[in-house]
C-alpha cells in the first residue's frame, strides 16, 4: 500500500496558482512582451487545452542578444564591455518567430506530487521551476525551487 503525503506535503500547498501562459501559436516578440509586463522569469507555453506542451525562460530570449562569441568563451570575465554590441537588438524577423522555436521541454508534476519528488526532480533536470498540473493535465500552478525548499524546512518546526 503506498502512503500519499498530506496536503500539506504536496506542491498543491505551496505552488503558485497565478501563472501566465503563452498560446504555442505566438511569436518571440509576444513572449518577450509577457516577460517584461508580469516580470517574470518562465513562461509555460500550452495548447488549446491549456495543457503544458513547453517552457520558454527568459534566458532562452536574451541569448537572442548575446554575442555569438560568448557561446564559445568559457570565461568572459576578461572582457570588460561589450562595446556597441551593447546596443545591438535582435531583428524584427527574428521577433517574428515562433517562440515554439526557442521552447524547452516541460517538467510537469500532478497537484499531489509530494514535496521531495518535487524536488529531486528539479535536481535532476537541473530547472529552478517546476510545472504543476491537474488530473486532466492543465496547468494549474508552478512550483519553484524555493517554494518546495520552504514548505520542506517549515515541516522542520514541528521536530521536538
Not at 562595446?83 to 497537484?111: C, H, N, Q, W, Y
Request: with cysteine; aromatic share 4%; hydrophobic share 45%.
Amino acid at each position: 500500500m503506498t502512503i500519499k503525503p498530506t496536503d500539506q506535503l504536496t506542491v498543491r500547498r505551496w505552488m503558485k496558482r497565478k501563472v501566465v501562459s503563452v498560446a504555442e501559436t505566438a511569436t518571440i516578440r509576444d513572449a518577450a512582451a509577457l516577460f517584461v509586463e508580469h516580470r517574470i522569469g518562465l513562461l509555460p507555453m500550452v495548447d488549446e487545452e491549456e495543457r503544458p506542451i513547453g517552457v520558454l525562460g527568459l534566458h532562452d530570449l536574451l541569448t537572442l542578444e548575446l554575442p555569438d562569441f560568448v557561446k564559445f568563451v568559457g570565461d568572459v570575465d576578461f572582457v570588460h564591455d561589450f562595446g556597441a554590441v551593447e546596443t545591438t537588438r535582435p531583428s524584427g524577423a527574428a521577433l517574428s518567430k515562433k517562440a515554439r522555436t526557442l521552447m524547452k521541454d516541460a517538467i510537469t508534476v500532478p497537484d499531489d506530487c509530494g514535496l521531495l519528488r518535487a524536488y529531486a526532480l528539479m535536481m535532476q533536470h537541473d530547472v529552478h521551476d517546476i510545472l504543476v498540473v491537474s488530473k486532466t493535465g492543465k496547468l494549474i500552478g508552478i512550483a519553484s525551487r524555493v517554494d518546495v525548499g520552504i514548505a520542506i524546512l517549515k515541516a522542520w518546526e514541528k521536530v521536538e
